[in-house]
């Protein structure tokens, strides 16, 4: 009787230890890391989360299974690891799960369990958040209004909000009736808190809303967020606007001659700007068409035009430039031929006339009258006042005639 109770006891005391043993073995077994893919979830958003369990004991221990158990996230492959095998001694081993956020913002915590196959099992809480932010788009410079058919710059300001970095980022302008230059812009990944800069050139054909999607991905989801503003064509603010002023009018027989100043007071520069008149002038002579060139705002340039008309009606002035992106525009102005000046006489007329003005005298004085009027016999006895003078000091006359002189004087002195 006393044996088999020994034996009993015996048995007792070796399942005890087997299973001391084995707790012993179990407890060297930790979580050293978890990491979850994308950092933070958007709601709808899927996931990855991977735990990684590291046995630091001296001997291998058996697992049975390791799950991710959650109420209010969505596990879908919990029975993935069913089956594992045992993890050795210093070794780790990763444990992959794929989650959905079907649920509200917030921070959840589903459970990681890995259960051994002699020893129990180990939990821990993965913290798990969703936020579902997304990116901010500001328009950082637009128009306020839209020239037709002239290309206009927007810059936007791409920003990032999130907690985690997100990659992927494309904006794409769209609208009806818009074109531009460029289909779309990447900007790629941004950075927690970060932001970056957009330019696109438009050009609208009418009014309308112009959207910009922004599509950006949040680990291996998709996202678009959209930013619409209204586009107002019209006549641009910013602009050159060539004004004509300072108009004179001369007439030599059937050719009209107009000069004046054309003047950029618009706010842009004016490029290739011509001056030249329409109907029912007819533009001849030597300056049918005058070039100016290009006009900075607040500058301004002189020309000069041509023309045959007949009759005084007025005869439309025409101020043609164009903006930097090649489109053609035209002003123009009234010029009233019936206070036209004459042009001024040919050859002689014209001195006659000059000296009428200046009471007989030719106002350029000697010179313009030709070689007759120039006073030949005044400079012949100039230059032969110089030359003897010249010869007389070479040959020491005046130095004698300076010693006369101081001796005559000295002598004076002694008499008085």
Same mark, same amino acid.
């Given at each position: /009787?006393?044996?088999?109770? &020994?034996?009993?006891?015996?048995?007792?005391?070796?399942?005890?230890?087997?299973?001391?043993?084995?707790?012993?073995?179990?407890?060297?077994?930790?979580?050293?890391?978890?990491?979850?893919?994308?950092?933070?979830?958007?709601?709808?958003?899927? @996931? +990855?989360?991977?735990?990684? %369990?590291?046995?630091?004991?001296?001997?291998?221990?058996?697992?049975?299974?390791?799950?991710?158990?959650?109420?209010?996230?969505?596990?879908?492959?919990? @029975?993935?690891?069913?089956?594992?095998?045992?993890?050795?001694?210093?070794?780790? /081993?990763?444990?992959?799960?794929?989650?959905? $956020?079907?649920? $509200?913002?917030?921070?959840?915590? *589903?459970?990681? &369990?890995?259960? &051994?196959?002699?020893?129990?099992?180990?939990?821990?809480?993965?913290?798990?958040?969703?936020?579902?932010?997304?990116?901010?788009?500001?328009?950082?410079?637009?128009?306020?209004?839209?020239?037709?058919?002239?290309?206009?710059?927007?810059?936007?300001?791409?920003?990032?909000?999130?907690?985690? /970095?997100?990659?992927?980022?494309?904006?794409?302008?769209?609208?009806?009736?818009?074109?531009?230059?460029?289909?779309?812009?990447? %900007?790629?990944?941004?950075?927690?808190?970060?932001?970056?800069?957009?330019?696109?050139?438009?050009?609208?054909?009418?009014?309308?809303?112009?959207?910009?999607?922004? +599509?950006?991905?949040?680990?291996?989801?998709?996202?678009?967020?959209?930013?619409?503003?209204? =586009?107002?064509?019209?006549?641009?603010?910013?602009?050159?606007?060539?004004?004509?002023?300072?108009?004179?009018?001369?007439?030599?027989? !059937?050719?009209?001659? =107009?000069?004046?100043?054309?003047?950029?007071?618009?706010?842009?520069?004016?490029?290739? %700007?011509? %001056?030249?008149?329409?109907?029912?002038?007819?533009?001849?002579?030597?300056?049918?068409? &005058?070039?100016?060139?290009?006009?900075?705002?607040?500058?301004?340039?002189?020309?000069?035009?041509?023309?045959?008309?007949?009759?005084?009606?007025?005869? *439309?002035?025409?101020?043609?430039?164009?903006?930097?992106? !090649?489109?053609?525009?035209?002003?123009?102005?009234?010029?009233?031929?019936? @206070?036209?000046?004459?042009?001024?006489?040919?050859?002689?007329?014209?001195?006659? /006339?000059?000296?009428?003005?200046? @009471?007989?005298?030719?106002?350029?004085?000697?010179?313009?009258?030709?070689?007759?009027?120039?006073?030949?016999?005044?400079?012949?006895?100039?230059?032969?006042?110089?030359?003897?003078?010249?010869?007389?000091?070479?040959?020491?006359?005046?130095?004698?005639?300076?010693?006369?002189?101081?001796?005559?004087?000295?002598?004076?002195?002694?008499?008085?």
């Amino acid at each position: /009787m006393r044996i088999r109770l &020994y034996v009993m006891l015996l048995l007792i005391a070796v399942c005890t230890g087997a299973v001391t043993a084995e707790e012993n073995t179990a407890a060297q077994v930790a979580i050293t890391g978890v990491a979850v893919d994308p950092g933070v979830l958007m709601k709808g958003d899927t @996931g +990855t989360v991977t735990v990684t %369990v590291t046995n630091n004991g001296q001997t291998s221990v058996p697992i049975a299974r390791a799950a991710l158990l959650g109420n209010d996230l969505s596990v879908q492959d919990s @029975g993935i690891y069913s089956s594992v095998s045992n993890l050795g001694a210093g070794n780790s /081993m990763d444990f992959t799960f794929t989650v959905q $956020a079907d649920t $509200a913002d917030g921070i959840y915590y *589903p459970s990681f &369990y890995l259960d &051994y196959r002699d020893a129990g099992s180990l939990r821990y809480p993965v913290p798990v958040k969703v936020e579902s932010s997304g990116l901010e788009v500001s328009v950082l410079q637009q128009p306020e209004v839209y020239a037709e058919e002239r290309t206009e710059t927007v810059t936007l300001l791409i920003g990032n909000p999130r907690e985690n /970095m997100v990659s992927g980022v494309t904006v794409r302008p769209v609208g009806e009736g818009i074109e531009t230059t460029q289909t779309s812009a990447f %900007v790629g990944d941004l950075q927690p808190g970060g932001s970056a800069e957009v330019t696109f050139d438009l050009r609208a054909s009418q009014s309308t809303d112009l959207t910009f999607e922004t +599509t950006y991905r949040n680990g291996m989801n998709s996202h678009t967020a959209a930013t619409t503003v209204p =586009v107002e064509v019209g006549e641009g603010k910013v602009r050159a606007e060539p004004v004509v002023n300072n108009i004179n009018v001369v007439q030599s027989g !059937g050719q009209f001659t =107009v000069s004046g100043d054309v003047n950029n007071a618009g706010l842009e520069e004016a490029k290739s %700007v011509v %001056v030249t008149v329409a109907e029912p002038a007819i533009p001849s002579g030597a300056y049918p068409a &005058y070039v100016v060139g290009a006009l900075e705002p607040d500058d301004f340039s002189s020309f000069e035009v041509t023309f045959t008309a007949s009759g005084t009606s007025p005869v *439309p002035l025409l101020v043609q430039y164009k903006d930097g992106d !090649g489109n053609a525009y035209e002003t123009s102005c009234s010029v009233d031929l019936r @206070g036209a000046g004459t042009a001024a006489p040919a050859n002689g007329d014209v001195e006659n /006339m000059a000296a009428s003005k200046s @009471g007989g005298r030719n106002p350029m004085g000697t010179f313009g009258g030709g070689l007759q009027n120039l006073p030949i016999t005044e400079i012949l006895v100039g230059l032969l006042v110089v030359v003897g003078a010249l010869v007389a000091w070479r040959k020491g006359l005046f130095a004698a005639a300076v010693r006369k002189g101081r001796a005559r004087l000295g002598r004076d002195r002694d008499e008085d």
